[in-house]
Structures are given as structure tokens and as C-alpha cells.
């Protein structure tokens, strides 16, 4: 929720330094994500009044101008402009030697065609501002200041760039405070201030009645209230500037005078609103009911969606013209010819809105008020300050037609509780007294009889149930720093700690981190261009995925298959944002299931994915991170060359323990790569942890370090090119039980080898734990592994 300083000081005077106010609404309970200060980019620009303007000799287009910016910053300030909208007398922002602009850009002197420029004169586009903040900023050339603006003036000031917007964090219990007038009610209270309400009279006129107007609700149980006032002799023209600008400084852009004021009163009272045009209104009917299965709607977004019964709509006689609480119809706007208007204040229930917004994948402002919840008062507040300002801005008739339409009298939450309960639950003493300012200065009727008294809510606070809750308004607001810690005496204080499944998790996350790969945590969900990308047959096991009945988006509409589509997304991101290389890994569940339709809960995996990519990135640098994991764990893994739709047909291999394939590495092939745009080579792995977890030792054995040392041999072998090192490497293992380590070390292919040859050397070390190994047991080893790999691969010493 973003509130600019400068609306809520129109109902609160602040007094105080933003920082301190900052401070002040965290302790009450409301997290300032970000406080903004909307100058902060433009240093050392004034306003300046133009003296003199003459033609420079060297150009057709360029003029040198004279600028008085007061005594301060100087009277005689020459600059050289190229626009043509400038003239003696004119007032404009002048950015001066050493300034900043919107976006970060400096400005220096320098020389134009020979002309010394000591500045620059500027557009509203290079102060950051367009029409809705200062009327001509969008004009093609220099902003022309009004004729008051004084000379020397902080550029800032004049165009309303110095001001401050807290971004707050609302939390779903208060939704009264999703506004502009509700925060400034908790800032009141918190300064001890009064609350200057906004102004909400008018006079309804009985000459503009239209007694034709029907307004019906057929769902109350979705629509608990219902406001609808008729408003005649419409002109829809461009709002005033002060309202256009309060817009802008929330991100709502302006569209016309009868639209910005419903924008306006959503944020300045947080109750969404709508207006029709009547013209359109078939029968000059509203009918707020579900919708049929099979209706159409074409939003003001001009997107199309089908509905069904699940649906809340508001309709005219024949057909919807609105999606309650989400968007307008297209078939209802405002538009220039509009003359007659009907606005719309409403409470719809917010799981009716959240599930319609889900299903359709259709959001906005309003759909995200009402799913956090909507007061039925502020809907009589909203509809009431929605005619005084058609009225203050003179651009309607505001009629006596109007209706309201409730399934339940409004009634405030009344409370009867002590001071004695309300501090039990604090676990301090507050003075009486105290407790009756705090819950008075935030709206609340209390009524004090000895120990005991009655607290009626304001209607506005729907979040109030008990005396718990009074109990939380009061220690916000009188402090959380009142309440001293002890330690616990009615408890016994456990140690808490991890499962074995979980330290072996943990163990598995920490052996990949040392190989420098990053984790990552993404969504258990995706679409099927997820799948689509990596190339899938359509019978593959990977695309018999779930999928979700009620998708956040279509992004995220299957259950995942495999974490590939994951790891790929997040290598992607990071190069996209320019980290040129990276290692990443995640631990997370695929899902399989067992039929479809389901009958049963799927199967939950939980599988582990690497990814890395980068110049300096291969294969096998790739497969010395798995081999990091298996080390950690006292594994051996073995690699036999396999295919997978996504991957580089001859850099792929499927990874075993003993003789359970447990997973596959590869390059992810040259089309993928294409396809995703990611300039590197890059490599994926991804392995079942359930069948890795098989063969984890229920206890870690240690040996004494050798005695004696180890007796190192290299090999070059020459073998057929189909040949792995996964095939050479096991046979090797086989041939002796006093072979300790394999490391492959350089692979050669040229003419002296042969065609469909490849040379393959190893460093393989021998160790005898007991005993030093003499020269004859090494020899006769070696023999053996030359002739069993002769034997099995036709494998040769080179």
C-alpha cells in the first residue's frame, strides 16, 4: 500500500520527521517496507527566469539564453538550448553545473558549437513527470513554469517531487487500513492528533430523478450490501490536476474525470467502485446474481471469458456488464458521449472474488481490496464522497435516485470485558486510564463502569471480535517495549532437533554447496512449455503431469514431472540478468501419479537438480559435483552413456550406485539452448534422492591414514570412440582389489590413433592397507587390467 505524505497530511497534520514517523508506525504494527523519497534523483536544478535569448551564429536551431536564477545560484547564467518554445520572460527549470537528473544523468558544462553552456534547460520528461504531475511537462520542448513560480526556487517544490511515499506492508487482519484515510486514522492515533475527515455532502437534485432505474439482488449471501446513485448531465473531460496527481503518486494512471474519481475514492477510502454508463444498461437494469454456465464477458481489458455459476456478476437486464468486485464490462464503459451514470458502492465477499479472480486469471486494484475484505460502512462513505466530488468538480447533476439495497442491518461489534482481562493477556499492568485514551483515540466507544467496561467497535473495524483483540489494539499503540521478558516456570523446555531423514538432507544440501553450487527454491508447479521445451515424445512418463483445477496462471498449471524445467528457468534468469556463469542445485519433490483420473494421492519423490553453466563449465566439471556428493556420503557412482530428448546426444550419461540408475548428466543440447536463449553451454543432472537415500550407510566406518604410501601408475589406452570412460573405469575396478582411485585425466583423438579412435589416459592408484606393495604385485595388477580390458572392450595400451 503506498501512501504519499503529502495526502495523508489533508486528514492528519504530521509534525514530525518522516524517519521518526516511520519508526513510529513499525512499532504500531505496520512494516514500511520502503520509504521513498520521490527527488531523490534530481539535486541542483532551480527554477530560472529567461533575460535574453539570441541566435547562435553556428546554427540554424540553437539559442543562447541568459537565465536569472536568483542571487543564490546566480543572476546571469548563460545556457544553450536547441529548443524552440523558449522566450524572454519565460520561467523554466534550469539544471546547473553538477545537477541530476531523473534517471541518474549529470549535467556538466561545456561547449556548444563553440558556445559555452553552463547547464541545461529541461522537459518534464528529464525531470521524470509527465501531464498528471505539472500541467505542459509533456509539451515537446522546455517545461514552461507558471509566472509565480519564484526564481530560485527548488525545482522540486514547484513540480511536486518533494514528497515522501511509504510503501506499508497491510497484513490481511486490518483491512480498514487499505487507504489513504485509514492509515491516517492509525497515525492519529498514534500522534495523538485529530482526524480531519474528508468532505462527503452534496445536494441531490429531484428534477434529474430517473424513476426507471431497477436495481436487484438475487445472491445476497455474496453481496451482503449493495449502493447504486443515478447521476445526470455527465461531462467527461480530464480530472483536475491536484486529483490526477494524488493518482500518480500511487501508480494509477488518469483516464477521465468520472473514472479518476473512482480511483480516487478506492484509495483514499479503500472501497472500490464503479460507474456505468446508463446508455448501455439494457432495461436500466442492475441485477447483481451468479452468472449462467456458458456467459460471456468482454472486460474493460477487452479480454473475453466464459463463466459459469460460481461466478458473481452484475448484469442488465439480458446479459453481465461487470465482474462483481474485478473489472468492468466493455459493453457498459465510460466513454466522451457519456451523459448519464450510474455509480456502484458495493460489499462482495471476499472468497466469491478471490476464486472468480483465480479461475479467470483476471486481477486489479479492486479484486485486491475486496480479497483482503471490504467494509459494508465505507461502502455509504465511498458512494457519499463519490457525489460531492461530481458535484465540487461540477461535472454532473447528482440525482435523489439512488438505492441500497442490504441482507443485514449494519451493527457494530460491542465488547464486555475488565481492565483485568485485557491486561492478563498482556501480561502487564496498563493503567486504566491509559487503556481508555488508547482504544478512544483509535475510534472506539468505551464506556467505564469500576473495573468493568463496554467497547463498541467502529463499523468500519470488522476485525474486532473480543477482548483479545481490544487487548492488541492497546500494547500496539501503547508499546511492546512495556512488556518485560521472563523465562517460562509452568514448562519443561525441550530440546528440539533433526530427524536422521533430515541431518542426511541437510548433509546431501552442504556437499553440493562445497562444490560452489547455489540453492534454490522454486514452485512445484509449471506449464506444459515447460515440458514442450525440452523436447518430450508425447508418450513420456515426464508429461503425465497433474493439473491443477484452479492454476494461479497458466504458468503454473501442472504439478512437476521432473525439476529440470526448474533449474533451466533459474540459469536462464541469471544470465539474463548478467551473471555469466553459476551453479545452482535444488532438493525438492517431483510428483507422479498413479492413474488418471486420480484416485489417490500422487507419489511425492523427492529428487535432487544441478545445474551450472559458463565458459569454464564441461562435463566432467559438472560430473566432479555429483561425484562430490557421492564422496560425502562414502559412494561410488558409476556412468553409462544414455539419451535424453534435451540433452547433447553424445554427452549424456545415466548415473548408477552399484546397479540402480539413480539419475542422468548431460549438456543440455545446442537446440534447447537456442531455443532459450542462453548464449553458454550449459549442463543439467538430476537424480532420485529416494533411490540414493537407499544406499546410505546407517554408520560412517573410519580407517587409520596408510602406513605406507601409494604406488601410482598412468595408462593411454586406445579404444573404439563409442567406448565410455564409465565401461573402461568399471573394468579396471574389477581387475584387482588393491585399486584405491581412478581419475581419467586427458582424452586424444588424431591421425596417429586412428579413425574411430580415441586415446584415453588414467592415473590409477594402488594401496595395500598392511603391507608396501612391491613391483612384481603392481606388475602383475596391471597385466591384469591390460588383459581384461582387451578382453571385454577391445581395449589396447597405446
Avoid at 517544490?157 to 485509514?182: E, H, M, W
Avoid at 538432507?505 to 525440452?534: H, I
Avoid at 545415466?654 to 539419475?663: A, S
Amino acid at each position: 500500500m503506498k501512501a504519499p505524505l503529502s495526502w495523508l497530511c489533508d486528514y492528519v497534520d504530521i509534525d514530525i520527521p518522516v524517519e521518526e514517523l516511520q519508526e513510529k508506525l513499525f512499532s504500531s504494527g505496520f512494516e514500511v517496507e520502503e520509504l521513498i523519497y520521490l527527488g531523490k534523483e534530481i539535486t541542483k536544478c532551480v527554477v530560472g527566469q529567461i533575460t535574453h535569448i539570441e541566435k547562435h551564429q553556428d546554427s540554424d536551431h540553437l539559442q543562447i539564453c541568459k537565465l536569472d536564477c536568483g542571487e543564490e545560484w546566480g543572476r546571469d547564467i548563460q545556457i544553450v538550448t536547441g529548443a524552440d518554445n523558449v522566450f524572454v520572460g519565460a520561467k523554466v527549470p534550469v539544471a546547473l553545473d553538477g545537477s541530476t537528473l531523473a534517471g541518474g544523468v549529470k549535467i556538466k558544462k561545456g561547449k556548444l558549437r563553440g558556445v559555452e553552456s553552463f547547464g541545461m534547460l529541461c522537459s518534464g520528461e528529464e525531470l521524470g513527470i509527465n501531464d498528471n504531475w505539472y500541467e505542459g511537462a509533456e509539451v515537446y520542448g522546455i517545461l514552461i513554469l507558471a509566472e509565480d513560480a519564484p526564481i530560485g526556487e527548488d525545482i522540486r517544490k514547484i513540480v511536486g517531487l518533494d514528497d515522501y511515499v511509504f510503501d506499508i506492508s497491510i497484513t490481511a487482519n486490518r483491512p480498514d487500513c487499505q487507504s489513504i484515510l485509514g492509515l491516517a486514522r492509525e497515525i492519529a492515533a498514534i500522534l495523538k492528533k485529530p482526524v480531519k475527515m474528508p468532505a462527503m455532502c452534496y445536494t441531490a437534485h429531484k428534477e434529474a430523478n430517473d424513476g426507471e432505474i431497477t436495481v436487484k439482488v438475487q445472491a445476497p449471501d455474496l453481496c451482503p450490501r449493495y449502493i447504486a446513485h443515478y447521476v445526470k448531465d455527465v461531462k467527461v473531460e480530464k480530472a483536475p490536476l491536484w486529483m490526477r496527481k494524488r493518482l500518480a503518486l500511487v501508480d494509477i494512471n488518469a483516464i477521465s474525470n468520472i473514472v479518476d474519481i473512482t480511483n480516487f475514492v478506492l484509495m483514499e477510502l479503500g472501497q472500490p467502485m464503479h460507474a456505468f454508463d446508463l446508455s448501455d444498461l439494457g432495461g436500466k437494469t442492475i441485477d447483481v446474481r451468479r452468472a449462467h454456465n456458458g456467459e460471456k464477458i468482454t472486460t474493460l481489458d477487452e479480454k473475453e471469458f466464459t463463466l459459469n455459476e460460481n461466478n458473481l456478476v452484475i448484469c442488465d437486464a439480458t446479459r453481465p456488464v461487470a465482474l462483481a468486485g474485478i473489472m468492468g464490462g466493455l459493453n457498459s464503459e465510460i466513454k466522451e458521449t457519456t451523459k448519464d451514470v450510474v455509480f456502484e458502492s458495493a460489499k462482495f465477499a471476499r472468497d466469491s472474488v478471490r476464486k472468480t479472480s483465480r479461475s479467470l486469471g483476471q486481477t486489479s486494484d479492486s479484486s485486491a481490496k475486496f480479497c483482503k475484505g471490504v467494509d459494508e460502512y465505507t461502502t455509504r462513505c465511498a458512494m457519499k464522497r463519490a457525489l460531492h466530488l461530481i458535484e465540487a468538480l461540477g461535472c454532473g447533476t447528482v440525482s435523489e435516485t439512488g438505492y441500497e439495497v442490504a441482507a443485514n442491518e449494519m451493527k457494530p461489534t460491542v465488547i464486555a470485558t475488565t481492565f483485568g482481562k485485557i491486561n492478563k493477556v498482556l501480561g502487564i499492568t496498563v493503567p486504566s486510564d491509559t487503556i481508555t485514551e488508547i482504544l478512544r483515540s483509535l475510534e472506539f466507544d468505551v464506556q467505564v463502569d469500576g473495573e468493568s467496561l463496554t467497547v463498541t467497535a467502529p463499523l468500519y473495524r470488522e476485525d474486532v471480535f473480543g477482548y483479545e483483540d481490544l487487548a492488541e489494539e492497546v500494547i500496539r499503540l501503547y508499546g511492546y517495549s512495556h512488556i518485560t521478558p521472563r523465562m517460562l516456570s509452568f514448562a519443561t523446555v525441550t530440546n528440539g532437533g533433526l530427524t536422521e531423514a533430515q541431518k542426511m538432507e541437510m548433509k546431501a544440501k552442504t556437499a553440493l554447496t562445497k562444490q560452489g553450487a547455489f540453492e534454490t527454491v522454486t514452485f512445484s508447479f509449471y506449464s506444459a512449455k515447460e515440458l514442450d521445451m525440452l523436447h518430450l515424445p508425447a508418450d513420456s512418463p515426464l508429461r503425465q503431469a497433474i493439473r491443477i483445477d484452479n492454476p494461479i496462471s497458466e504458468n503454473y498449471s501442472l504439478m512437476c514431472t521432473t525439476l529440470v524445467p526448474n533449474i533451466i528457468g533459474t540459469m536462464v534468469r541469471n544470465f539474463k540478468n548478467g551473471n555469466s556463469a553459476g551453479r545452482f542445485f535444488e532438493l525438492a519433490n517431483v510428483y507422479v501419479a498413479d492413474a488418471f483420473p486420480l484416485t489417490k494421492l500422487p507419489e511425492e519423490n523427492k529428487t535432487i537438480v544441478i545445474g551450472a553453466y559458463g565458459d569454464d563449465e564441461d562435463f566432467f566439471k559438472v560430473k566432479g559435483i555429483v561425484e562430490g556428493l557421492a564422496d560425502d556420503f562414502d559412494l561410488t557412482f558409476r556412468y553409462r552413456k544414455a539419451e535424453r530428448s534435451f540433452l547433447h546426444p553424445g554427452i549424456t550419461a545415466e548415473i548408477l550406485c552399484e546397479e540402480d540408475v539413480i539419475g542422468f548428466i548431460g549438456k543440455l543440447s545446442y537446440e534447447v539452448c537456442e531455443e532459450i536463449s542462453l548464449a553458454k553451454d550449459a549442463f543439467v543432472a538430476e537424480i532420485n534422492y529416494e533411490r540414493l537415500a537407499k544406499h546410505f550407510k546407517t554408520t560412517m566406518k573410519y580407517a587409520p591414514l596408510p602406513k605406507y604410501p601409494d604406488v601410482v601408475r598412468d595408462f593411454a589406452f586406445v579404444c573404439d570412440e563409442d567406448k565410455t570412460s564409465g565401461e573402461i573405469e568399471d573394468v579396471i575396478q574389477r581387475s584387482g582389489k588393491n585399486i584405491t582411485g581412478i581419475r581419467l585425466f586427458d582424452i586424444f583423438r588424431g591421425k596417429q590413433i586412428g579413425e574411430g579412435k580415441k586415446s584415453m589416459a588414467y592415473t590409477v592408484t594402488f594401496r595395500a592397507g598392511d603391507q608396501m606393495l612391491k613391483d612384481e604385485e603392481v606388475t602383475r595388477m596391471t597385466d591384469k587390467i591390460l588383459k581384461n580390458l582387451e578382453k571385454e572392450l577391445g581395449v589396447t595400451l597405446r
